[in-house]
């Protein structure tokens, strides 16, 4: 039994055959070259993204995301696949008081979306503390310049230091959201916030990449 859970953990962190792009941060130059940092706010830190050496990671690198008191996002623009599949881990979850309402941070999250400098739609996938999963809602930041149709995914149930895959068809996700199709060329981001909680934070996440979609098969079919 032992030996088919090892099994699964590496067939999970496997590039999908059919994947049309993938990211294992396995190099630092390309989080240099592709990637750029977004999201600042004044008299606000930076939050932290650098590329780290982890064993258990598909290529034995990852993109760490460190939040002290911070905020910010790594983006990237594509033009993919449907379905987002990615491998993500909290190690530092953030803090919040017993009692205390659960303030608008995440130890790590990950959007998908659209638009121009002055207008963008996107969908986020975040890791919470108390949310409840699936929990969903609409928001907008910098002076409704940017909405947000956000979905928790991930919360304080995951034990830190876990590995969890995640699959989304974010087309859809963002269809639903906004009534629309997401532009053929859209941005993926990767941030963290911990500004409101005061905590540090720490997240990783091992690899990003867009797949087709997947067709369901029918019960008793192989």
């Known amino acids: 039994a032992a030996g088919a859970g090892i099994e699964a953990v590496a067939e999970e962190q496997k590039p999908s055959p059919d994947a049309s792009w993938r990211n294992d941060f396995d190099d630092p130059v390309t989080l240099e070259r592709d990637w750029k940092f977004d999201g600042s706010r004044f008299l606000v830190p930076r939050t932290k993204f650098y590329i780290g050496s982890e064993p258990t990671a598909s290529q034995g ?102 590995w969890v895959v995640e699959e989304r068809n974010v087309v859809e996700d963002y269809r639903k959201a906004y009534g629309k199709m997401p532009d053929s060329y859209f941005i993926i981001s990767v941030g963290a916030n911990s500004q409101y909680s005061g905590s540090n934070s720490r997240a990783e996440v091992d690899f990003i990449e867009f797949i087709p979609v997947r067709e369901k098969k029918e019960p008793g079919k192989k």
């Open 61 to 162: 690198k990852v993109m760490v995301v460190e939040a002290n008191k911070s905020t910010g996002v790594m983006l990237v623009g594509l033009e993919k696949a449907p379905v987002m599949r990615w491998r993500w881990r909290v190690l530092k979850p953030i803090v919040i008081k017993p009692g205390e309402t659960e303030p608008d941070d995440q130890a790590v999250v990950l959007y998908f979306g659209d638009g121009t400098l002055l207008k963008q739609r996107c969908v986020g996938y975040r890791w919470e503390v108390d949310t409840p999963l699936e929990s969903s809602g609409l928001r907008k930041y910098a002076a409704g310049m940017m909405t947000v149709s956000h979905r928790t995914v991930r919360n304080g149930t995951t034990p830190a230091g876990e």
